[in-house]
């Protein structure tokens, strides 16, 4: 359940950025910060994260 708990939210994050909600996408980021996963499942949000991230620094 928490994978797909951190899946949404890391999925909600990049929707948000995509529509320049800054306050959504940082509440999701650390709603997913305090999901308890392995290093390994953190892993696989951070690719899609970090596409978010640069998703944002296009549109400043």
């Known amino acids: 359940m ?7 939210l890391a ?3 990049e929707l948000a950025v995509a529509l320049g909600d ?3 996408a940082r509440s999701a980021r650390e ?6 996963l392995s290093e390994e499942e953190r892993a696989r949000f951070r690719e899609e994260l ?9 549109q400043r």
């Open 11 to 13: 999925a909600r994050a």
């Open 50 to 58: 970090e596409a978010a991230d640069a998703l944002a620094r296009t």
């Open 31 to 36: 709603e997913l910060q305090r999901i308890p």
């Open 2 to 8: 928490p994978l797909e708990r951190a899946r949404a």
């Open 22 to 24: 800054e306050t959504r």
